[in-house]
């Protein structure tokens, strides 16, 4: 066994697994809109003093080196996990055969995955056959500006829930579906919500999910 700990994100309130620093299906709206991404500038020059390395790259490294080394037993315990909280979690076959082997030995842990490898479409019919078909996986499709109608009724026929940020206007409306429901975390800046939240990303049926842009 193998001695890890999950590593916490106080602003979810949820315990989470990254992997390496890949994102192979990002688009030019990642680089402005990705949560992720903004908060890896952000902290970048934050110094360990011992070392003086960056934090942030010191849990990037760490993160890459785990990735293929997390087991099932890893999650015991946990009601809910965030799969990928920054970078794709989905850049390969053996990604997708290493999350359901948790998804799968963990029955009883919710496990929160946001992608945009529905963007491929071999890759798509992998996570919808082998990840979305179980019941504890909670997998949203990331979206942004430069998604198409098409492709967002695509994502629907296929019974993807999605997640999509356009914007700091409070009042804009999701440019897909009036009715998505409003990140109570980001709208509304509670911090933790994650940990309890039942109506948006951890709903047990489709859904859209509308996050508001914050620095």
């Not at 620093?21 to 992720?36: G, T």
């Not at 970078?87 to 998804?103: A, L, Y």
């Not at 479409?121 to 979206?143: C, K, W, Y």
């Not at 998505?180 to 940990?195: L, M, N, S």
Request: net charge positive.
């Amino acid at each position: 066994m193998v001695p890890f700990t999950l590593p916490r994100c106080r602003a979810l309130g949820l315990h989470v697994v990254n992997p390496g620093p890949v994102c192979k299906w990002a688009n030019s709206a990642c680089s402005r809109f990705c949560y992720a991404r903004n908060s890896v500038r952000r902290w970048r020059h934050t110094k360990n003093r011992v070392n003086g390395r960056s934090y942030m790259a010191e849990a990037i490294q760490r993160d890459a080196a785990r990735w293929m080394l997390w087991a099932p037993y890893h999650f015991s315990g946990y009601s809910r996990v965030r799969v990928a909280s920054r970078f794709e979690p989905f850049n390969t076959r053996e990604d997708i055969e290493q999350v359901r082997s948790w998804v799968v030995g963990c029955p009883n842990t919710l496990f929160w995955i946001v992608t945009r490898s529905w963007i491929d479409p071999t890759i798509r019919a992998l996570v919808q056959d082998r990840i979305m078909v179980e019941p504890n996986a909670r997998v949203l499709g990331s979206i942004d500006r430069l998604t198409t109608q098409d492709q967002y009724d695509g994502l629907v026929a296929d019974g993807w829930s999605t997640m999509g940020v356009w914007t700091r206007r409070r009042d804009a409306a999701h440019p897909f579906n009036p009715q998505a429901i409003k990140c109570q975390k980001t709208f509304d800046r509670v911090k933790g919500a994650c940990k309890t939240c039942s109506r948006g990303c951890f709903a047990d049926k489709r859904t859209d999910v509308h996050l508001l842009l914050h620095s």
